[in-house]
């Protein structure tokens, strides 16, 4: 293979750092409705039933995040990343600054949860196509041999997101008093993520440019399971055509992840809110000091799986979780004082979502350039939805085997799903571009 000339290694570090701070972008506006507003909640959509509203406003977004997936991984593989991405970035802006502008119940009534429902389900379609182009870009542009860190990177974004809003969040708070952030200073937060989304969308259009696969003529017909997938649509290519097992993999890896996703960070954190010996003011400190944990527990991870390989690391991950994450999660119930419960929480977010870090990398060598983005982008989204309508099934699973037990049986389940999931498909060749 030859050399990368130093134009094409500047190209390829511009679309790696766009990933990078894309997702962290992307993350930030995924979660602001969820933390920022969390406060405020009550004074926004009005006392009665915020919690449930604000549960109605996470939904709009989670069923919108698979069909951009969808609607943009087709654009990506068809049309380009980088303008896909661009494209996907603008209304991520768009759509959060429209959302710090919603007036009050005392304004709209009903009409502020629906303004939020509809803003939150298009910003989910948005979101959805962002990373779905990014990633798989940058992946393209990454020297093979470094792949694994640029995934534990990008993937890094999301826990260093989390914390960035909380920070936000509890500065804000401490500045403006609770009655100032409820009544409107929350409103900051979300130009902030709006402002970020549209200073990427200024890189992406200054100097970010499609990999070679990304722009490659798509025949129109040829007996090659490549080249059918690039004859047809991406997305029936990928849903029902010859890349169908790929997903089916990758969907029941994925699932794994995202249960532990759930468990560990909202239904750990009501927990939390109830824990003997902790105030409310420590809760937030506590996932923040296991979110920035997390950061470099999932950058480690993408880089170990450049050198033990991505199969061998997500099924070795996978049966180690399936012990060490509910004896972690056991110890948060059983642990006494701050720090150890802190401790318990970083043990517990450490043996279950660190497993993210070789995801940008595996999910990208899994699917061929024709079909890169669709595949990735469903894979990595339609896996959410069933893990994040915990709402609706866990709580009768809790009645029937004790809350905490119900939770642990899951954790179990989740490294199981993810052993499995890695362990039916191959290992990729990490020193190779990826196919074509």
């Known amino acids: 293979m030859d050399r990368p000339s130093s134009d094409q290694g500047r190209t390829g570090r511009k679309a790696v750092t ?9 993350q930030v506006d995924i979660f602001l409705p969820v933390i920022a507003l969390a406060p405020a909640a009550a004074r926004l959509y009005g006392p009665a039933g915020a919690a449930a509203q604000t549960g109605v406003v996470f939904v709009a977004t989670l069923l919108g995040r698979p069909l951009g997936a969808a609607l943009f991984g087709h654009l990506a593989d068809r049309h380009g990343r980088t303008m896909t991405t661009q494209v996907a970035i603008g209304g991520v802006a768009a759509t959060t600054l429209a959302l710090a502008a919603v007036p009050d119940h005392t304004v709209l009534g009903a009409g502020t949860v629906w303004a939020f429902v509809v803003l939150r389900f298009l910003g989910g379609i948005f979101l959805g196509g962002q990373y779905t182009a990014a990633v798989p ?8 041999r470094r792949r694994g860190l640029v995934s534990g990177l990008v993937m890094a974004m999301s826990p260093l997101a989390n914390s960035a809003i909380a920070a936000l969040t509890l500065l804000l708070v401490a500045v403006l008093g609770a009655d100032g952030y409820a009544s409107g200073g929350w409103r900051i937060s979300f130009v902030i ?17 499609d990999s070679v696969v990304a722009t490659a003529e798509r025949p129109v017909s040829t007996s090659s399971s490549t080249a059918a997938s690039r004859a047809t649509s991406p997305f029936v290519a990928v849903v029902a055509g010859p890349w169908r097992r790929q997903l089916a993999q990758v969907v029941l ?25 902790l105030t409310p003011a420590d809760v937030p400190l506590i996932m923040l000091f296991a979110s920035l944990a997390l950061v470099l527990g999932i950058a ?9 390989g991505r199969r061998r690391l997500l099924v070795g991950f996978g049966l180690a979780t399936a012990v060490l994450a509910p004896a972690s999660y056991l110890a948060v119930g059983s642990a006494r004082g701050l720090v150890a419960v802190t401790a318990a929480v970083v043990a517990t977010q450490l043996t279950t979502s660190s497993g993210f870090g070789p995801i940008g990398a595996y999910l990208s060598e899994r699917f061929p350039g024709a ?32 809350a905490t037990t119900a939770v642990a049986a899951l954790l179990v389940l989740g490294g199981l799903l993810i052993a499995l999931g890695a362990a039916l498909g191959p290992e990729p060749d990490r020193s190779a571009p990826l196919p074509d």
């Open 18 to 26: 766009g990933a990078v701070w894309g997702n962290f972008v992307d």
């Open 137 to 144: 870009l940058a992946m393209e542009w990454s020297a093979p």
């Open 193 to 209: 993520g709006g402002l970020l989304a549209a200073v990427m969308l200024g890189y992406y259009r200054r100097g970010v440019r």
């Open 253 to 277: 890896l994925m699932t794994g992840l995202w249960l532990y996703v759930q468990l560990t960070i909202p239904v750990l954190t009501a927990g939390l809110k109830v824990h003997p010996g």
């Open 300 to 308: 480690v991870a993408g880089a170990l799986s450049q050198v033990v």
């Open 371 to 402: 079909v890169r983005s669709t595949g990735y982008g469903v894979g990595y989204s339609v896996s959410i939805v069933l893990p994040s309508l915990y709402p609706f099934w866990l709580p009768p699973l809790q009645a029937r085997l004790g």
